[in-house]
Structure formats: C-alpha cells, structure tokens
C-alpha cells in the first residue's frame, strides 16, 4: 500500500508518524472489508492487497473512513464528472 511506502520515507527523513494515517473511501465494501476479518461468500475471491490494507488497519499505519461522493475530490482525477461537479471540485 502506497500509505506505508510514504510513511517509511517521512521516517527516513526524520518525520515520524504517530498516528494513523486517515485515507477517505466513498465506497462502503471497501471500508467494511477493512475492518471486517469475516470472509463470507460474497467476498471469497478477494485480492491480496485487500489483506494487506486489512494488516495496516489492524496495526494502526492507517485508518479508512467514509466520505461523501460529492466530497471526494480525487474523482476529478479518477472519472469524467458532469461540469459543476468538476469546477467545485476544483477549488
């Protein structure tokens, strides 16, 4: 995960993180997924790195917490968004 690659790096150059570092989702399977150790059928053929997220939440390297759609600015990158979604969130 890329939160503890960067972190290491802050801990290199003499910043160390005390608490965990907080990545906003918008999507709820993948903050129940992080917090939750249950596999049931829905969720048999999941990625490795759902397991790894999983290990640095458990650990406290990071926490995922929801955000609302119309809050999440990476959306600007990540999808074509109708106009005045994309202006606001341009800033």
Known sequence: ??????RMILDQLGIPQT???IVFEENWACIHLSRNAVLHHKSKHI???????RDLCKAG???VL??????Q???????????PAFVSHRG
């Open 1 to 6: 995960c890329d939160v503890a690659y960067f």
């Open 19 to 21: 608490q965990p570092t």
């Open 73 to 83: 600015v990476a959306d600007a990158l990540t999808k074509a968004l109708p106009r």
């Open 47 to 53: 990625d490795v790195r759902v397991y790894h997220l």
């Open 61 to 63: 390297i990071m926490s």
């Open 66 to 71: 929801k955000i609302g759609t119309d809050d």
